[in-house]
């Protein structure tokens, strides 16, 4: 059995879907029998990958799991990262819970104003669109690679994720803006952790974190450390720290000279010509690279419908700006 990649996804110029015979054990075992090959075919989509017909993931979880490990050295237990434990799956430690039923109750996101583009697509610019991130940037180490499993996906049409391809927009930056941000560092801290835009804009005193908790620098331009190519890697008004940030060195808060180049960054990342819009079938598994690529949900009708989804992230290939660190989130003795 072989392993093809065919892109780009729909609709955008990167991205792939990988057709492997079988169902999903039979993907895993192809994976596992050649393990250069996925994260090959990742790197040659620019960061993006589609498998569609895994269902057999929601009844044998390990399946994502062994999957998970073919991308890298360290696939992530949610009880050590920072994460809220009632997101965590119960037996299966690796899968963090995206979901708006309980145990984990997170409502979806607000439905933009106006809900579609004017060029009658949803909309994916920021900030028309809100929520553009990279998964927990506010980690250092940040995170290599997500893989993203819909066990009950929202109905068509919502619910959707969207990418961003940070390496096609630094490519296509004006010159003038690529000499701003090319030794430029983001200062990224963790949702709901009080330190949002909308807390700054409020007015709201953050309150001490300690250590490992702190909001961490990244840099806003990122080399690859599989392909060499350079990439935007910034988040906005929820995952940055609007206290202290967005960036290191330039004028912190809100209405600062930092937020407009914020503002304009993003603007610039999220326009259509280098984004991807995912409409989600039971079974679809996703595998991004958080290195290049921001991602962001759109809303669902969460009062009629249960969503839920399975997401697992590997570790260990950030690349030589954090060689030698001790991971920033865990907490020092
Ligand atoms: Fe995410």
Request: net charge neutral; proline share 9%; hydrophobic share 40%.
């Amino acid at each position: 059995m072989s392993i093809t990649a065919k892109g780009p996804l729909p609709g955008a110029v990167f991205g792939a879907t990988v057709k492997i015979e079988g169902g999903a054990s039979e993907v895993v075992a192809t994976a596992e029998r050649d393990p250069g090959a996925l994260p090959a075919a990742l790197a040659e989509a620019k960061g993006l990958l589609l498998i569609q017909g895994m269902n057999a993931i929601a009844k044998e979880p390990d399946l994502l799991i062994r999957l998970s490990r073919t991308f890298g050295a360290e696939v992530e237990d949610y009880r050590h990262n920072l994460t809220n434990l009632s997101s965590v799956h119960t037996e299966v430690p690796e899968i963090l819970l995206v979901s708006n039923m309980p145990p984990v109750g997170k409502a979806p996101p607000k439905r933009p104003e106006p809900p579609l583009a004017a060029d009658g697509l949803i909309p994916t610019q920021y900030p028309h669109r809100m929520g553009w991130h990279t998964d927990q940037s506010y980690r250092r180490p940040p995170p290599d690679i997500s893989l993203f499993y819909a066990v009950t996906p929202a109905r068509r049409d919502t619910g959707q994720t969207l990418f961003a391809n940070g390496i096609l927009a630094y490519a296509a930056l004006p010159a003038a803006l690529r000499a701003k941000v090319d030794t430029l560092e983001g200062l990224h801290a963790q949702p709901g952790s009080g330190r949002s835009r909308d807390a700054a804009l409020a007015g709201r005193k953050p309150r001490d974190f300690a250590l490992h908790e702190r909001s961490q620098r990244q840099p806003v331009v990122r080399t690859h450390p599989v392909t060499g190519e350079r990439s935007l890697y910034l988040c906005e008004w929820g995952q940055m720290d609007w206290f202290e940030g967005p960036f290191v060195d330039m004028e912190p808060g809100p209405h600062g000279a930092g937020a407009a180049l914020l503002d304009e960054i993003m603007a610039h990342l999220t326009a259509r010509r280098f984004c991807y819009a995912h409409e989600w079938t039971e079974g679809d598994l996703l595998i991004w690279d958080n290195r290049c690529l921001v991602h962001a949900a759109t809303w669902f009708d969460g009062d009629k419908e249960g969503r839920l989804m399975w997401r697992t992230t590997v570790h260990g290939n950030p690349g030589a700006a954090y060689a030698g660190e001790a991971k920033s989130w865990l907490p020092r003795p």
